[in-house]
Nanobody, 121 residues
Framework: QVQLVESGGGLVQPGGSLRLSCAAS????????MGWYRQAPGKQRDLVAA???????NYADSVKGRFTISRDNAKNTVYLQMNSLKPEDTAVYSC???????????????WGQGTQVTVSS
């Protein structure tokens, strides 16, 4: 009963930048961690970056120094600023959120539909 709506994907040249957004809506009491994952053709889905409700962040080694994750708790939205993009960044990027539906519930995992990022000349 939670929807994650992603935007910002597209085609960009190597060295370019993109900014992904993901807004959560629905039955939400609070959101713990939010993050971005990516999956290239023929490969598993891997964590790109995550951010806790307190603002602690974690990045995959391959994107450290190039990507920045942030969130707006009031808007239930997480962002991924991607700079210095490389062809190997090409993948479907999916948003994830751990959502508490009520004050008494635990957290449940929700995923966005995925947005394509293609880095190519």
């Amino acid at each position: 009963q939670v929807q994650l709506v992603e935007s910002g994907g597209g085609l960009v040249q190597p060295g370019g930048s993109l900014r992904l957004s993901c807004a959560a809506s629905g039955r939400i009491f609070s959101i713990n961690a939010m993050g971005w994952y990516r999956q290239a053709p023929g490969k598993q889905r891997d964590l790109v970056a995550a951010i806790t409700s307190e603002g602690f962040t974690n990045y995959a080694d391959s994107v450290k120094g190039r990507f920045t994750i942030s969130r707006d708790n009031a808007k239930n939205t997480v962002y991924l600023q991607m700079n210095s993009l490389k062809p190997e960044d090409t993948a479907v990027y999916s948003c994830h959120a751990g959502v508490r539906h009520t004050v008494l519930s635990g957290y449940y995992d929700y995923w966005g539909q995925g947005t394509q990022v293609t880095v190519s000349s």
